[in-house]
């Protein structure tokens, strides 16, 4: 059992406790939402936050380590992995901020992965007849509806008001896009943004895309070009995972 900041609990089925693995606490203000996978003896556990994003291997006897990736290039997100297994070999498959990526259960290398996803991922992707598909809708992220930042040194000479090279909340006019998700890009928590905080989100913003997509998984490296089968940007969902039934994909739109 997982229990967010807390961390994984394992008992069994006489309720006595095995082991447990504190992993919290997460910088994140809607706490952890993915569940862990268990495959092959293995508990997959992925959590992506603010900082200190991972994704992690245990052994389901022991609590121990097998391997741990690091995914700090994400933003926060709260998809629950999948398997993947393709001629023997099996991957882990995490749909994150921008990115769908397959990592191996091995090793936890990270193998292939397609980009231009939401800015924050909550569906969990599914896997049916070989293809992957996942819809993903956040703030910002349509073509006709876009959240923008201007580079910092712009922001600078708007916004600084006490000149000391970094942009506060009280700085910021309130209708800013900064505003109210000021606490996920304070990545140190000191109430003010630096350029690398700043510029970090702009990108994310930049790149993200609301999509419904089809993937043929595997690869190596970055298959966006070549392995996403088909594109849908309309009637998206933000948190409710799809279903393909019959060769149809259901969304429930929770706008």
Known sequence: MFFGSYGLICYDTDGKLLWERRMGPFQDEFGASSSPVLVDGTVIVNQDHDIGNFLIAIDQATGETIWKTDRNEFARSYSTPILWEQDGQKQIVVAGSLQLAGYDLKSGQKKWWVNSLSRIVDPTPVLIDGLIYVATWTPGGDSTERISM??????????DQNKDGMIAT???PKDSPVVPRFFRMDLDQDEKLSESEWERHAAV???????????????????????????QRRGLPTVPSSVVYRGVMYMVKDS
């Not at 419904?212 to 490296?221: D, E, L, S």
């Open 205 to 231: 913003f930049k790149a993200a895309q609301n999509v419904a997509i089809a993937v043929q998984p595997g690869g190596q490296g970055d298959v966006t070009q070549t392995h996403v089968k088909w594109i």
């Open 150 to 159: 201007e580079p910092f040194s712009e922001a600078l000479d708007q916004f």
């Open 170 to 172: 009280l700085e910021l």
